[in-house]
């Protein structure tokens, strides 16, 4: 058990340490998701008024801190790319570390970082009226745990499909943006056509932000969520074993020439 | 049981034979050079056997582990230094190593001890706390040398470890290399385009085309090949008869030449011949370097250009 969990943590701990020693990594990771915030929020609260039960910008949090993590958590896989380009996974391949605490350890750091990111979106919500107890919280940094997590798994298994850098940067912008946008972030899954409702269902982000949208929206969540919360951690919870233990097949399928 | 064994092993990448049916062994403590010309397969057989890459058909073993089944147990015993660099940059000397060493599963306080040791017996205990990035080539190439020996491998592979280095580094890393060889143990497969550094091998292996074209102690390997060839300047009639005579060949105009596996003799049985006029003569004794051109029929880089595999598959 040792000789899987350590190698994990020191993979993990080499990712985190080099993503805090990167300034611009570090800054941009806080500016942009407030910034999306606010831009988004602000000028489309003017635009949209009413029936909702929230302000616009309160009823886009939710799906900000899911883009967040979509974003951060997916991204985060693009280290395995460098270290393959800079022939740094060979020495890490060479040791006697298995193939799977490689990739669980890309899953965590990714998951670490983008946890943190999305904690720091929790805290802008006072800021624009929305209130939570310790308790909720609390849940809330779980259930984003659980939905980095997936989407980080997801990145390591595209990470260990492809060759190159280019290929990685189209395919992942291809990816995330139908997944962001098909996710209930920006609307109500209810107000789309049908083939896309079904699409969405596909998409563990959507059980994602509808999590988070229970949590958020105490009183409105009988209105704003399109799944019941049980309906979806289950799914959260399904979509990622899947995609952890496809990410960690593939990784190791890459490997053996 | 040996080192390494290694049995009819191929490799082949569409067609083309990077490895083409290879066998030898090195015994435990042994320093073996790999010695061919850019394109050989030499990298192909590292990767092979430390469980990179596997093998096309054919057998090794390391450390009496088969490479083919139990590559987990293989990366235990194994040290490697890759011909590329293969350093985290925007770490430091010191983190790329403990890295090394968590990996390894080595405690906190015996890697910090033995990351020590080593830098100061390479000369880099200065450069502990730098980040890799603003190291130098050679420093780099020496951080990665005791990289490779941090766990304390029974093998270690160097795969063209002395590329593009200066002299002084050269003989830094060679005089380290042999250092541990000595101290730990170590068995070291090294290999090279560089022949002038395997003169002091205990055996050497000489690959061209993916083949071995011979293998053994370097001196003997001279030795074997290695009649030498006097060569004699004459015009005179009468001189070049008694040459031609004694067995000699003329190599070129006026020049006549004779190999035989004791010169001197024969330069004593002509000296002593009267009435010659010989203008000159000198005895030439083969080098390592000779017999490694015999052997692969080409000339020898100097600057290691690594050119895209596809193009040196094409070449062929
Ligand atoms: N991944 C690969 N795909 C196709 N050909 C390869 C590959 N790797 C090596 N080769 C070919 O195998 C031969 C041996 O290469 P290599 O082992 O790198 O030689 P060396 O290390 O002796 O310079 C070369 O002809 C090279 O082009
Ligand atoms: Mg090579």
């Known amino acids: 058990m040792k000789k899987l969990i350590l190698p994990i943590y020191v993979i993990t701990l080499r990712d985190l340490k080099k993503f805090f020693r990167q300034k611009s990594r570090l800054i941009g990771m806080i500016a942009r998701p407030l910034t999306w915030l ?12 009413g029936g909702l039960g929230v302000s616009y910008i309160q009823f886009i949090l939710p799906g900000i801190l899911g883009m967040t993590i979509l974003f951060s958590a997916m991204f985060s896989s693009i ?21 799977f605490s490689v990739a669980f350890g890309k899953i965590v750091s990714g998951m670490l970082v983008s946890t943190i990111q999305g904690i720091i979106i929790m805290a802008a919500a006072p800021f624009i009226g929305i209130r939570f107890t310790i308790f909720e919280a609390l849940l809330l940094v779980v259930f984003i745990m659980v939905v980095s997590i997936c989407i980080a798994a997801i990145g390591v298994f595209i990470a260990s499909m492809i060759k190159s850098f280019e290929s990685f940067n189209i395919i992942m912008n291809f990816i995330v943006m139908p997944m962001f946008f098909l996710s209930g972030a920006m609307y109500p899954i209810s107000v789309l ?34 799944f019941s919360l049980l309906f979806d951690v289950v799914l959260m919870v399904a979509f990622t074993l899947v995609s952890t233990v496809l990410a960690a097949f593939a990784f190791d399928r890459q490997q053996k020439e | 049981m040996n080192a390494i064994e290694v049995k009819e092993l191929y490799k082949s990448y569409d067609g083309v034979h990077a490895v083409n049916g290879i066998t030898f062994e090195i015994g435990y403590g042994e320093l073996f050079g790999f010695l061919g010309p850019n394109g050989a397969g030499k990298t192909t057989t590292i990767n092979i056997l430390c469980t990179l890459l596997k093998p096309t058909a054919g057998q090794a073993f390391i450390a009496g582990l088969d490479v083919s089944r139990e590559s987990d147990k293989i990366r235990e015993h194994i040290g490697l230094v890759f011909q590329e660099t293969t350093l985290d940059n925007e770490l430091t000397t010191f983190e790329n190593l403990l890295f090394h060493a968590y990996l390894y599963g080595m405690g906190r306080h015996d890697a910090v001890k033995r990351i020590d040791d080593l ?34 491998p029974r093998v270690l592979f160097l795969d063209e470890p ?52 011979a293998v053994g ?16 300047g004459a015009t005179d009639g009468a001189t070049v008869q008694t040459l031609i005579g004694h067995g000699m060949i003329e190599s070129g105009s006026g020049e006549y030449q004779i190999k035989t596996e004791d010169p001197d003799l024969f330069l ?14 000198k005895i030439k004794k083969p080098v390592l370097e000779e017999l490694y051109l015999s052997l692969t029929g080409s000339e020898i880089r100097d600057e290691y250009v690594d050119r895209p595999r596809k193009i040196r598959g094409h070449n062929r």
């Open chain 2, 162 to 213: 002395t590329i593009g280095l200066d002299p002084q580094t050269r003989a830094n890393v060679w005089g380290f290399i042999k250092e541990m060889k000595r101290a730990e143990g170590t068995t070291i497969f090294v290999t090279t385009h560089y022949i002038e550094e395997a003169s002091d091998f205990d055996r050497i292996a000489i690959i061209d085309h993916g083949r071995i074209v």
């Open chain 1, 38 to 49: 606010f831009l988004i929020g602000t000028g489309l609260n003017q635009v949209i008024k």
């Open chain 1, 193 to 226: 056509p049908r083939f896309m409702r079904y699409l969405m269902y596909l998409n563990p982000l959507s059980y994602g932000i509808d999590s988070f949208k229970h949590v958020m929206f105490v009183e409105f969540a009988h209105f704003h969520s399109d």
């Open chain 2, 268 to 281: 004593k049985q002509i000296l002593n011949l009267s009435g010659l006029k010989i203008n000159e003569f």
């Open chain 2, 119 to 152: 830098l100061s017996m390479i000369g880099l205990q200065s450069k502990k706390n730098e980040l890799v990035k603003h190291l130098s080539g050679g420093m780099k190439r020496r951080l990665e040398l005791i990289r490779g020996l941090l766990h304390k």
């Open chain 1, 79 to 99: 280290s395995i790319v460098w270290d393959r380009e800079f022939g740094f996974m060979k020495e890490i391949l060479v040791t006697p570390v298995s193939r």
């Open chain 2, 217 to 232: 102690n370097p001196n003997k390997l001279i030795n074997e090949m290695g009649r030498a060839t006097v060569t004699f």
